[in-house]
């Protein structure tokens, strides 16, 4: 089962900083029917302008993934860790049992990210945030698993909860195959460009809800960037 989400479809709010799209129900968009996708709890598509950002605000008990899709985005929190996520990379944050951060803009330019919330399994844990470069040449034509709470994917970003966020880079007319195991769900949206998964379209900033498809078929309509979470 694949179920198309187009991007005119979903939630939004334009708070003139911050131009936020929710593929699940967040903050004052709310849809009973789009509460979660097996652990993925929160996809929003954010576009933030120019020295701007989110002030400091707590979490607890849940994997932030942040992809940077055009811009940067400075991070800093209460352990005192800072850095600069720039286009293309990534950076998480295991809440765990408490942690305030922000996140600016400092760019003169608009930023441009999806933020990925996943349920953990490791509730109370220390809370920890990491950040890597993920050059597009290393994704360039399969997937990369770019973080990860699963055996074997050592190389990814260490999320608390067995569940993979990937990424692909693909030119149009390239395919990606992708196993998904009995049980499990995938959430999919292209970055850039068009897509089909099993024959269904999506062009950029839609998602497509997967469940019961043991094999994806993942085809470049043009030249896309595509990122997937898959979840129990």
């Given at each position: ?11 939004a ?13 967040f ?5 009973r029917?789009r ?14 302008a ?12 849940m ?27 990534v ?7 408490g ?13 441009s ?31 990369a ?32 195959t ?30 497509a809800a ?23």
């Amino acid at each position: 089962m694949i179920e198309h989400r187009p991007f005119a479809a979903i939630g939004a709010a334009d708070h003139g900083w911050l131009d936020a799209h929710h593929h699940f129900s967040f903050a004052d968009y709310q849809d009973r029917n789009r509460m979660n996708w097996g652990a993925l709890r929160v996809w929003n598509d954010d576009i933030i302008a120019p020295h701007t950002g989110f002030s400091p605000h707590p979490h607890r008990d849940m994997e932030i993934i942040t992809y940077v899709r055009t811009g940067a985005i400075t991070y800093e929190d209460s352990l005192g860790n800072k850095g600069r996520t720039g286009t293309g990379d990534v950076q998480v944050m295991s809440a765990g049992s408490g942690i305030t951060h922000a996140e600016y803009n400092r760019e003169d330019i608009a930023t441009s990210l999806f933020q990925i919330w996943i349920q953990t399994d490791q509730r109370g844990a220390p809370p920890a945030w990491d950040a890597r470069p993920f050059p597009k040449g290393d994704r360039a034509g399969s997937l990369a698993v770019l973080a990860s709470g699963m055996p074997g994917d050592e190389g990814a970003l260490p999320i608390r909860t067995p569940a993979r966020v990937l990424g692909a880079s693909l030119r149009a007319g390239e395919r990606v195959t992708y196993a998904l195991d009995a049980g499990r769900s995938a959430y999919l949206v292209p970055a850039v460009g068009s897509v089909s998964v099993n024959g269904v379209a999506l062009a950029a900033r839609d998602g497509a809800a997967i469940r019961d498809e043991p094999a994806l078929t993942i085809t470049a309509l043009d030249d896309c960037e595509i990122v997937m979470v898959d979840s129990a």
